[in-house]
T-cell receptor, first 111, second 115 residues
Framework: DAKTTQPNSMESNEEEPVHLPCNHSTISGTDYIHWYRQLPSQGPEYVIHGLTSNVNNRMASLAIAEDRKSSTLILHRATLRDAAVYYCILRRYSNDYKLSFGAGTTVTVRA | DTAVSQTPKYLVTQMGNDKSIKCEQNLGHDTMYWYKQDSKKFLKIMFSYNNKELIINETVPNRFSPKSPDKAHLNLHINSLELGDSAVYFC??????????????FGPGTRLTVL
């Protein structure tokens, strides 16, 4: 699996945007960029995914660099409930099935 | 309605015992998984089943045996429990085909403590 690199931790103030970077310099053309998050004492939950174009959903936005070697997850207005570990994961378009989690970025939101 | 449920939520047992963790999904998915999250918080795939057929077995000791009685259930049976088996175990499911753009839905986890 292609590797991703994320900062260990980030802090934000409530109601401010959070920009979570992810580097994936060895990404291949068939790799999708997925983001999951894990709230304390809960299972991971899907946030968003994309291939080449920027993506928006009700939870977040995903900005993908033109060369696809990096991406940024954007939480537009952080709430206390957004405090979690955020994982950037590459999934290849094959019958791969599994998600390969790294260490992720621990996001702390200050009230 | 809980999409992916696991029982029990907590499991404390002695070394050498045999225990099972149950997982059920009501999403109509054909693919189910077991992941293990150790004390350092790394999440790793253990098994994947597609329509009751084993797809992935990630070098897990054969003391671990998944069983899928039907496509809505994937249970994890562990024989001769060891201290190192202490972890949080997550069940997950996804629709078929499980391609690179499908999301996986996770259960709440089962915290296993082996004494």
């Amino acid at each position: 699996d292609a590797k991703t690199t994320q900062p260990n931790s980030m802090e934000s103030n409530e109601e401010e945007p959070v920009h979570l970077p992810c580097n994936h310099s060895t990404i291949s053309g068939t790799d999708y960029i997925h983001w999951y998050r894990q709230l304390p004492s809960q299972g991971p939950e899907y946030v968003i995914h994309g291939l080449t174009s920027n993506v928006n959903n009700r939870m977040a936005s995903l900005a993908i660099a033109e060369d696809r070697k990096s991406s940024t997850l954007i939480l537009h207005r952080a709430t206390l409930r957004d405090a979690a570990v955020y994982y950037c994961i590459l999934r290849r378009y094959s019958n791969d099935y599994k998600l390969s989690f790294g260490a992720g970025t621990t996001v702390t939101v200050r009230a | 309605d809980t999409a992916v449920s696991q029982t029990p939520k907590y499991l404390v047992t002695q070394m050498g015992n045999d225990k099972s963790i149950k997982c059920e999904q009501n999403l109509g998915h054909d693919t189910m998984y077991w992941y293990k999250q150790d004390s350092k918080k790394f999440l790793k795939i253990m098994f994947s089943y597609n329509n009751k057929e084993l797809i992935i077995n990630e070098t897990v000791p054969n003391r671990f045996s998944p069983k899928s009685p039907d496509k809505a259930h994937l249970n994890l049976h562990i024989n001769s429990l060891e201290l190192g088996d202490s972890a949080v175990y997550f069940c997950a499911s996804s629709q078929v085909p499980d391609t690179a753009y499908n999301e996986q839905f996770f259960g709440p986890g089962t915290r296993l403590t082996v004494l």
